[in-house]
C-alpha cells in the first residue's frame, strides 16, 4: 500500500524567507509524486510532479521539489516567500504503472508573515 | 474553456434528503473523480470513472452513487444525506490514467443537517 506522510499541518515564515514543506512517502514499486497547492475557497491545482525522470522537479511560481529515493523524501521548496504563496499545499504519490490510484497527505497550511 | 465546473456552490441539508453533485470538463478528459475533503485528512476519493460508461468505488463510498453521462459529466448523488456526509466536494478529471495530473472544479460545500 501506497502513502504519504506531510509534516507539519501548519508552518509559518516570514516574508522574503525559505519556504520548506516536507514530505515522506511509502511506495513499493517506483512513484509518481506530486504537489498541489490549494487557495482559500479553490479546488487544487499542479505545483509539479515527479514521474522518474529528473529527481530535482522545478513547478510553478518558483517553487521546486527534489525526489530522494534513499530518505523517501520529496520536500517542497521556494527561496523566497512571498505573501501570494499563502495556502494549503498537498503532497501525494501514485504508484506508476497500470491504472493506479492517487493518495494525497493531510496538507499543510503555510502562512507568510509580512 | 472553463476547465471543470462543479454545481452548485454551497448546499444545505437535512438528513434524510437526497441531493445529486453536478460536475462538467470541457478539457476532452477520460477520467473524472469525486473526492471529499475533511480537515485533517487530506483528500479521500470516493468515485471514478477511468472512461465514459465504466465507474468504480474509491476509498470511501458508502452512501453515495455516481454516473458518467456521458465524457463531459459525472455526477453524485446522496440519496439520504446524513451529517457524517458534511464536507467539502471536489470533482476532478485527467486526460487518462489516474496518476496523471488532475484539473480540479471549486468544489461544493455541503453542510448536512
Known amino acids: 500500500a501506497q502513502s504519504v506522510t506531510q509534516l507539519g499541518s501548519h508552518v509559518s515564515v516570514s516574508e522574503g524567507a525559505l519556504v520548506l514543506l516536507r514530505c515522506n512517502y511509502s511506495?513499493?514499486?517506483?512513484?509518481?509524486l506530486f504537489w498541489y497547492v490549494q487557495y482559500p475557497n479553490q479546488g487544487l491545482q499542479l505545483l509539479l510532479k515527479?514521474?522518474?525522470?529528473?529527481?530535482l522537479v522545478k513547478g510553478i511560481n518558483g517553487f521546486e521539489a527534489e525526489f530522494k529515493k534513499s530518505e523517501t523524501s520529496f520536500h517542497l521548496t521556494k527561496p523566497s516567500a512571498h505573501m501570494s504563496d499563502a495556502a494549503e499545499y498537498f503532497c501525494?504519490?501514485?504508484?506508476?504503472?497500470?491504472?493506479?490510484?492517487?493518495?494525497f497527505g493531510t496538507g499543510t497550511k503555510l502562512q507568510v508573515i509580512p | 474553456n472553463a476547465g471543470v465546473t462543479q454545481t452548485p456552490k454551497f448546499q444545505v441539508l437535512k438528513t434524510g434528503q437526497s441531493m445529486t453533485l453536478q460536475c462538467a470538463q470541457d478539457?476532452?478528459?477520460?477520467?473524472m473523480y469525486w473526492y471529499r475533503q475533511d480537515p485533517g485528512m487530506g483528500l479521500r476519493l470516493i468515485y471514478y470513472?477511468?472512461?465514459?460508461?465504466?465507474?468504480d468505488k474509491g476509498e470511501v463510498p458508502n452512501g453515495y452513487n455516481v454516473s458518467r453521462l456521458n465524457k463531459r459529466e459525472f455526477s453524485l448523488r446522496l440519496e439520504s444525506a446524513a451529517p457524517s456526509q458534511t464536507s467539502v466536494y471536489f470533482c476532478?478529471?485527467?486526460?487518462?490514467?489516474?496518476?496523471?495530473?488532475?484539473?480540479f472544479g471549486p468544489g461544493t460545500r455541503l453542510l448536512v443537517l
Open positions: 511506495s513499493s514499486v517506483p512513484p509518481y
Open positions: 501525494a504519490v501514485s504508484r506508476s504503472g497500470g491504472y493506479q490510484k492517487v493518495t
Open positions: 478539457m476532452n478528459h477520460n477520467s
Open positions: 470513472s477511468a472512461s465514459e460508461g465504466t465507474t
Open positions: 476532478a478529471s485527467s486526460a487518462t490514467a489516474i496518476q496523471e495530473t488532475q484539473y
Open positions: 515527479y514521474t522518474s525522470a529528473a529527481t
